[in-house]
């Protein structure tokens, strides 16, 4: 599959439509969510030129430990070096191609090919060439594997293609203030539990993660307990989309008792523990920053209608002694699993309905304004990519920071 510029250059010229106030935009055009040439095209101007959220540092918390991830094709192999730092790699062997490691575990020594044996070390030097002796002109230095800029935010390890990438902590900023008092850095993950391919579009997940109208709907009973969804404005140079959502009393949490199931985290004021704050960190990394954990997810594309999921939660350490830790966290999982059933068949659903010959972008509802937002994080990516392929279009892409509403809008109820 190749990118089709026109393709581009028509999606780049509709986008004004979806990045205004809620009140006036609408969703991107189908596309963005079907066509196999513009997911070529995600691929180069949103995964190869964004930062990548990719797991957690306790993951690797010894030197050569490792793991393995495939973010939009691209496999990446994230190992921790006898210095303690963490390293992101390129996961294909420089000689033929062979993936070096999979899943995760620990290397003592070097990285070994299982094809014909090639060593890397674990920052991508080429320690042991095989059978190499006789080549002409080979210097190993010229087949390392190629190595990503790395950045630790709070704990999760992210990284980017682009050697000179602007770093990423500025674009958290709000983030990181709203996640300051759970101490997100001293939280420990469970191991990731990855799923699928699912049968959905990447942002699609996005936008029902951060979407709060459809609880009330499509969660109707389980989400009682959290009726109250808040918004925050975005600005230009924003690296996520955040929004609260309000909890009708202290300490709730996702299960069929709404009651949270471990301690409240220490450091959390009682404003913090009536609320869940969803973060999508675009393009790979959703989470929810609960009283007593947080969940977090990565989604990571498999073509234009599937995605692989890693499910992991962050608990205090101090958690474990608890009576029944691991059942608890078991709840937590299945109270998480219970959304997730009901999300997915929504996510689904919409998938095929996106694949529609009458399929056209909709408007958006009041507590969609998450959703404007995501498209002008999408809009920048694309206008840049854009930029970066030479696709010359003619509206330009504008993404400026935007009030949530229209000031000057009427709104009415239009419930017939
Ligand atoms: S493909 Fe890795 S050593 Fe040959
Ligand atoms: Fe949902």
């Known amino acids: 599959v190749s990118i089709d510029r026109d393709e581009v250059r028509r999606v780049l010229d509709a986008l004004a439509a979806s990045t205004g106030a809620v009140d006036a935009a609408q969703g991107l055009p189908m596309e963005c969510y079907v066509s196999d040439s513009f997911h070529e095209f995600e691929r180069h101007a949103v995964f190869e030129g964004s930062w990548l959220g990719l ?80 080549a002409v002109d080979f210097d190993p230095a010229d087949h390392c ?41 001293d939280l420990v993950t469970t191991e990731p539990v990855v799923t699928g391919p699912f049968p959905w579009n990447w942002k699609t997940m996005f936008e029902n993660g951060i979407e709060p109208f459809h609880t009330h709907f499509l969660h109707k ?114 109270g998480l699993n219970l959304l997730f059933v009901e999300d997915s068949s929504a996510n689904a659903s919409v998938q095929r309905g996106r694949r529609s010959r009458y399929a056209t972008p909709g408007r958006y509802a009041s507590e969609e304004a998450t959703l404007p937002q995501v498209n002008r994080w999408l809009a920048r990516a694309y206008r840049d990519g854009a930029a970066r392929l030479g696709v010359e279009h003619e509206t330009p892409v504008s993404i400026e920071g935007r009030p949530l509403v229209n000031e000057t809008a009427t709104i009415k109820e239009t419930a017939t």
């Open 145 to 185: 594997l190629p190595r990503l800029a790395v950045e630790i935010w709070n704990g999760f390890i992210f990284a980017h293609h682009d050697p000179d990438a602007e770093p990423l902590a500025p674009t958290l900023a709000k983030v990181d203030d709203a996640a300051r008092p759970y101490g997100l850095e």
């Open 55 to 134: 797991g957690r540092v306790e993951q690797i918390p010894e030197p050569g430990d490792y793991f393995t991830i495939e973010v939009c094709d691209e496999p990446l192999l994230v190992i921790r070096d006898r210095d303690g730092g963490v390293n992101v790699l390129s996961n294909v062997c420089t000689h033929r191609q062979h993936l070096l490691l999979e899943g995760h575990g620990n290397v003592s020594g070097v990285v070994r090919c299982p094809l014909h044996a090639w060593g890397f070390d674990a920052s991508g030097a080429l320690r042991y060439a095989t059978g190499m002796s006789r």
């Open 221 to 334: 009973g389980q989400h009682d307990f959290a009726p109250d969804p808040t918004f925050v404005e975005w600005d230009d140079g924003d690296g996520a989309v955040l929004h609260p959502t309000n909890f009708k009393e202290l300490d709730q949490s996702f299960n069929p008792l709404w009651r949270g199931l471990l301690e409240p985290l220490p450091g959390l004021t009682e404003e913090h523990r009536r609320q869940v704050m969803f973060v999508a960190a675009l393009p790979t990394l959703y989470f929810g920053l609960m009283p007593d954990h947080v969940f977090w997810m990565l989604i990571l594309p498999v073509g234009p209608g599937g995605v692989m999921l890693h499910n992991a939660i962050l608990h205090h350490r101090d958690a474990t002694s608890l009576p029944n830790f691991d059942e608890r966290m078991s709840w937590i999982v299945q």
